[in-house]
């Protein structure tokens, strides 16, 4: 059985989650292809026509620290770690 | 009848959630407040809760999707076109109260409909497709006709997968799976929702 969590503790990391100026950005597929999304940002910072493309271009965000690629149902995917070297690829 | 409350009716189990979250979003993103069954309390006889419900709100989903029971032996669930039907009830008794009352049904498929329950022909039914993008933009397009300063269904869309990493962060970190659709009540997940939006916006 799940331990009971307060309710206003649970309140606060949604309020907290939403305004964290994390540098992470998003890899949203949709119905016309896949938007780059910068968080807290309302508008893609840019839309490709493969997932390839879209990281590539999330990649190249200056300071980004994390990728989030999501699934069609908006759950994530998998996220990409920019303080591994290995994942920055100019 | 509340201007802004919405009333749901639709499927509560694991494999409707993935539809359920966005179907919450996207109401309160434009402003309004969903109000389902399960955020009542339980002591109340549960048609009773509905009908409360359904008499206060002003606007209506109900997802008929899951006519097709998920294996040969299981039987079809009812619960979703009685309470449509309840509601088409309530707005037809009393055209002075209930008659401005707008009711949006969902399916799957745009004419699936028309072989099990043609008799709801005519009003407002939209198809999901059963994928969340679907479901936020057929609803945010149906409450664009009814009400003013909606934002673009691709805003909308992408606020979710936003959000929805941050509620797999949170509910992972204190220990719920956040595709249990019982890890919160529907309550929390509202209200949850709402302290989000309010702050993204």
Known sequence: ?90 | MNPNQVFINCPFDNNYFPLLKPLLFVLIYIGLVPKISETSDSGENRLNTIKKMMLSSKFSIHDLSRIKPFTITDLPRFNMPFECGFDFGIKMSNSQLYGTKKILILETEQYRYKKFISDISGNDIKAHKERPETIIKVVRDWFKLNIPNVPRYKEVWLAYNEFTSDFESILTNEGYNPQDINALTFCDIIENMSEWITEYI
Request: proline share 1%.
């Open chain 1, 1 to 90: 059985m799940a331990r009971t969590i307060k309710k206003t503790e649970l309140t606060k990391n949604f309020r907290a989650a939403a305004l964290n100026s994390k540098k992470m950005v998003h890899i949203v597929p949709s119905n016309d292809g896949w938007s780059v999304k910068k968080e807290g940002i309302k508008r893609s910072y840019a839309v490709k026509e493969t997932k390839k493309e879209a990281v590539k271009i999330a990649r190249n965000i200056k300071s980004v620290e994390s990728i989030i690629v999501h699934k069609q149902d908006g759950s994530v995917l998998k996220i990409i770690d920019m303080a591994d070297s290995k994942n920055r690829k100019y």
